[in-house]
């Protein structure tokens, strides 16, 4: 047949040429796509496998620096890393790397990974697998240590797993882990600005450390939001643990745990061990736990809560095997707790010596023994407060002169001292006294001392705002002595600056003795009101009246009328 369809290209282009060229286009098109296909199902564009890749021998930076960038494309590894013998990886910000499962990045021999994110374009891991996880980023020696900053890591065994190394970690963020980030062994680690979320374990694990500090953070995880176990001087503040099991404290000593919150979890804070001792524990709050906010069983002496919370709560705080001076529990808030505001057993001790929980607010004046929120057996209350606290601060001092301001009380107190002095500031919420403090003026303050015994003065500057005119210059601080409120013998005020102050010594009224949960405020009792008065006199202010401009002019044309009615009647009568 003369027209044999041929299957050479030039016959095929022949063809083609001959169709109408709409036809042709979608052709063209069509044929474009399939070859994109094909090449693309065996091509990875601009992404890097890190398999022996050029710089990377044998899966190691070994004594030289490597950078991964997004010039790079998402860095793929499916197999460990290893960076040792002074190796460096560095990471740039908007970096994406990702790991296939139960590999990982393992740093040892005094080397260093630096991964530098920011805000905008933080460095992400995430496991390359649905289902599975990866392992871990591991520093894994002594002379190791790297920054992290603004990383996002998921999808891991534990996302990052220090061991004898030392690190600093900023803004950062470890989710849907089986850990977020597991420290041990190790020392000189700072952990700022992060947050352990989702994890199916733990958040953050800290084991056998010491100098570790942590701050800002936020944890949300399926267990245990903190545990700290067998390690010293660590320092955590403004961590906050909720909807998981808390946070765990065990043999742990000598450390500071400041603004830590524990909420909505089963137990707020769990801390227990003969090893933990030592421990202070400032402004911690345990809240809507549904077994109990502070745990504290069989702990070594001297750990210290002040100024801490336990608001609604099944038990507020449950304290047992212990010495009865194992703890000390004060200027705190213990209250709407559904059973036991605090609870004590199995105290050595008791019940000639018992657990001692002093100048708190239970809630009620006094404590209950009964009923919900009540205090229960082995719990020395004794010294209660009669207000709830907004605030309060404490500072440890050697001797010399010093001062601590309590700002949003608007309060500071100074004192000179020859010995080492705890001086506590505290802020009422409310009037502490049975009665008015006459013409009060700014706020309800307690200064307390730990001894009275070496301390030459105290001062007490309150400032004050919305103080009539006619009774700013006779304020003066008053003290309650437990039946009224009283003036200080040694007070004023500055008008100026807006302050009345009072300085306690010896000698005073109250004396330097009485400042053992003594609470003061400002107020004043003019000459006018015939003495020192407690309460506000009733004043009767004798009113002269004036006429007004409308009343003269009204009596005036009254006057006028009758002078013109009288002249008329008199010509009248002529």
């Known amino acids: 047949m003369t027209n044999a369809i041929s299957v050479s290209s030039y016959t095929l282009n022949a063809r083609c040429m001959l169709l109408p060229w709409r036809t042709r286009i979608h052709l063209a098109i069509f044929i474009t796509l399939i070859i994109c296909t094909c090449l693309g199902a065996n091509t990875v564009y601009a992404d890097v496998w890190y398999v022996d890749t050029p710089g990377i021998a044998n899966n190691t930076i070994s004594g030289t620096t490597h950078v991964w960038s997004p010039a790079n494309g998402t860095i793929y590894t499916n197999v460990t890393i290893y960076v040792k013998n002074s190796g460096n990886l560095t990471i740039l910000a908007g970096t994406i790397v990702v790991v296939n499962a139960s590999q990982a990045i393992i740093l040892d021999t005094q080397s260093v990974l630096n991964i530098t994110g920011t805000s905008a374009e933080p460095v992400l891991f995430k496991v390359n697998e649905t289902g599975k996880k990866w392992n871990w980023i591991f520093f894994n020696d002594t002379g190791s240590y790297g920054t992290l900053n603004y990383v996002n890591i998921t999808g891991a065994r534990i996302g990052l797993l220090v061991n004898s190394s030392s690190i600093l970690i900023y803004n950062s963020k470890f989710y849907e882990n089986d850990e977020g980030v597991k420290l041990i062994n190790s020392s000189d680690i700072r952990i700022e600005n992060c947050t352990f979320k989702d994890n199916n374990n733990y958040g953050l694990t800290i084991v056998n450390c010491s100098n570790i500090r942590v701050s800002n953070c936020l944890s949300n995880n399926t267990k245990i939001g903190l545990f700290i176990d067998n390690s010293t001087q660590i320092t955590v503040s403004n961590y906050t643990a909720d909807y998981n099991d808390g946070i765990w404290i065990n043999d742990t000593s000598f450390s500071t745990f400041t603004e830590l919150k524990s909420y909505n979890n089963t137990f707020g804070f769990n801390i227990t061990g003969a090893d933990t001792k030592g421990n202070y524990f400032k402004w911690c709050e345990a809240r809507n736990n549904t077994k109990v906010g502070f745990n504290i069983t069989a702990v070594g002496g001297d750990n210290t809560f002040f100024g801490c919370k336990a608001i609604n709560n099944t038990v507020g705080v449950n304290v047992t095997s212990i010495n009865w001076d194992a703890i000390t529990f004060y200027w705190g808030i213990l209250d709407n707790n559904t059973l036991y505001s605090a609870n004590a057993s199995a105290i050595a001790g008791a019940p000639a010596r018992n657990v001692t929980f002093i100048y708190n607010w239970w809630g009620q004046t006094p404590p209950a023994r009964t009923g919900a929120n009540k205090v229960g057996e082995f719990i020395n209350y004794t010294s209660f407060l009669n207000a709830s606290l907004s605030a309060v601060d404490q500072i440890r001092v050697a001797a010399g002169t010093h001062s601590l301001a309590l700002t949003a009380a608007k309060v500071n107190a100074s004192i000179s001292t020859t010995v080492p002095i705890t001086l506590t500031v505290a802020w009422y919420s409310s009037n502490p006294g049975t009665s008015s403090v ?137």
């Open 438 to 574: 006459p013409y009060q003026a700014g706020s309800y303050v307690d200064v307390h001392i730990n001894t009275s015994s070496g301390v030459n003065w105290v001062y007490i500057k309150l400032n004050y705002t919305g103080v009539l005119v006619k009774v700013e210059p006779y304020l003066k601080m008053f003290w309650w002595n437990g039946r009224a409120w009283k003036k200080c013998s040694d007070s004023g005020v500055n008008t100026t600056a807006k302050y009345i102050w009072a300085r306690i010594t010896s000698t005073t009224s109250p004396n330097i003795a009485r400042l053992a949960g003594t609470p003061f405020s400002g107020g004043a009792t003019p000459p006018f009101t015939g003495g020192f008065a407690t309460t506000p006199p009733t004043i009767k202010h004798q009113l002269t009246t004036y006429p007004t401009y409308e009343s003269t002019l009204l009596i005036g044309l009254i006057l006028l009328l009758f002078l013109l009615f009288s002249t008329t009647l008199v010509k009248k009568k002529v």
